[in-house]
């Protein structure tokens, strides 16, 4: 995938220039590129011997500043190409998450998971809100439950709790603080009428065969465990036993983060205006081609995103930009 940024080719420019770069004629620090112009060539030619001695010395020094630079790039360094202008998204990404919540931390997580060679995907996240003011999962109340109908929604909240029971496994960085997610396993508490009574039931039984450690509690056992409930017209209950309850949504997006960065996704400070397209199929890994087709979702910013699918193929992105 082609990324392209408002800012243009000037600001891809700078990018090897790491801001105003230094006049002719003026010495550089070690500090960043630099760009040898037509213009000092001619300067150079059309002056005096003395001159064009001292013009040469200060391109030799440029060269071995490029030089410089460019061994400073080679493996076991720590420069890096994306650290040289940090508020420019990089040129090319195969994969670019749009927003940084949960799902999206999670998806470059699990990306940079499953790659086969470390490197292999260039994964990119950007996300328009620093502060996350709007973002569902900081708003969240971080509950999780096995407590549901389909045996899908079972498998996959049991497996999320197993996950974040052994968080550091997965989510640990070296060096780094442990995450504490302060999980709190104190379980969920459905209750039921006489009318839902027998769905109350049949959940249960779905949960149970999908490994779920839920039980049935008749009102008396109810008020038994918890004596501050009325149970008046409560014909029947499920409680979870174990993996649900609750914990900080906020620290499990910052870990997604963290550790996703530490295996080399790209966070970008920016919001995704668009996509524009050159073509309506790609092909895919086996050569097979692929026709794009809209994405359909039910959060409004995915429709909205989705729409911006909707034509042709993903060529190119386009955002305001801050990246890093
Ligand atoms: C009040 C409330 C309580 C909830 N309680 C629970 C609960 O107890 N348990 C549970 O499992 N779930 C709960 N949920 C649901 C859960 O929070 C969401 O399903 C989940 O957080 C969705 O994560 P997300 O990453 O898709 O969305 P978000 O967290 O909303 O993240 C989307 C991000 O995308 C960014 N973005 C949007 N458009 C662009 C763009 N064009 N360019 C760049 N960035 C963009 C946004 O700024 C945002 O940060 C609750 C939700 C709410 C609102």
Redesign the pocket.
């Known amino acids: 995938m082609i990324l392209r940024v408002h800012a243009g080719a000037r600001a891809a420019a700078r990018v090897l220039s790491r801001g105003p770069g230094p006049g002719p004629g003026q010495g550089l620090g070690r500090k960043g590129w630099t760009v040898l112009t037509v213009g000092d060539l001619c300067r150079c030619l059309c002056t005096s011997a003395v001159l064009r001695k001292d013009i040469i010395k200060d391109l030799e020094e440029r060269l071995s500043s490029i030089k410089q630079t460019a061994l400073d790039a080679l493996p076991g360094s720590s420069w890096s190409p994306l650290q040289i202008n940090p508020n420019l998204p990089p040129e090319r990404a195969d994969i670019v998450v ?7 931390w999670s998806v470059a997580y699990w990306l940079k998971q499953k790659e086969r060679v470390r490197g292999e995907v260039r994964v990119l996240v ?4 620093p502060t ?1 003011s ?4 900081v ?6 439950r096995q407590q549901f109908s389909l045996a899908e929604n079972i498998l996959l909240s049991l497996h999320s709790a197993d996950f974040m029971r052994n968080i550091n496994d997965h989510l640990g960085v070296l060096n780094e603080e442990p995450v504490d997610l302060q999980f709190n396993q104190s379980g969920y508490l459905f209750l039921a009428n006489e009318d839902v009574a027998h769905i109350m039931e049949e959940n249960y039984k779905t949960q149970r065969y999908a490994g779920a450690k839920v039980s049935l509690l008749s009102p008396s056992q109810v008020k038994e465990k918890f004596p501050w409930i009325n149970t008046e017209g409560v014909a029947l209950a499920s409680y979870g036993l174990e993996n649900e309850g ?1 914990f900080d ?1 906020w620290t499990l997006l910052s870990a997604f983060r963290r550790k996703a960065i530490s295996l080399g996704v790209i966070p970008c400070s ?4 668009g996509f524009q397209y050159n073509t309506s199929s790609l092909t895919n890994q086996d050569g097979d081609l692929v026709t794009l087709r809209r994405i359909r979702s039910v ?1 409004w ?1 995915a429709v909205s ?1 989705a729409s911006w699918l909707a034509v042709d193929s993903l060529r190119a992105v386009s ?1 305001g930009s801050h990246c890093g």
């Not at 950007?126 to 809100?129: A, M, Q, R, T, Y």
């Not at 708003?139 to 999780?144: K, P, Q, T, V, Y």
């Not at 920016?270 to 205006?273: A, L, M, N, Q, Y």
């Open positions: 749009v927003g940084g919540g949960i799902v999206g950007v996300e328009k809100d996350y709007q973002a569902s999962t708003l969240s109340a971080g509950g999780i609750w949504p920016g919001e995704v205006t959060k910013f995103v955002w």
